[in-house]
């Protein structure tokens, strides 16, 4: 069982930048692929942005160019930085960690963006 703890979440004006962390409680971190995830009142929930254990990346469509998603192996920790942000972003917002060799799969409890003037 893997825990994860997301923060950094909050609100934002448009155009504004916010930086959310994943904190995951494992001495295998290393061996994740690690993904932002989110879901909007109404909607389903959609990939924000991956990353492998090899730092390889992808985005959503929607996201790709203004976010950017990173990992901290030494302190078990990805971050999700979102620049330009728009009030379509509204959001809560999920980490989530899926074990590259076992059946894994592991979800944060979430966290609120939103993003309004």
């Known amino acids: 069982q893997v825990e994860l703890a997301e923060s950094g979440g909050g609100w934002v004006q448009p155009g504004g930048s916010l930086r959310l962390s994943c904190a995951a409680w494992t001495n295998t971190f290393a061996w994740y692929t690690m993904a932002w995830y989110r879901q909007a009142p109404g909607k389903e929930r959609e990939l924000v942005a991956v990353i492998t254990p090899g730092s390889s990346t992808n985005y959503g469509d929607s996201v790709r160019g203004r976010f950017t998603i990173s990992r901290e192996n030494a302190k078990s920790t990805v971050h999700l930085q979102m620049n330009s942000l728009k009030p379509e972003d509204t959001a809560v917002y999920y980490c989530?960690?899926?074990?590259?060799?076992?059946?894994?799969?592991?979800w944060g409890q979430g966290t609120q963006v939103t993003v309004s003037s």
């Open positions: 989530n960690a899926k074990h590259l060799r076992t059946t894994g799969d592991y």
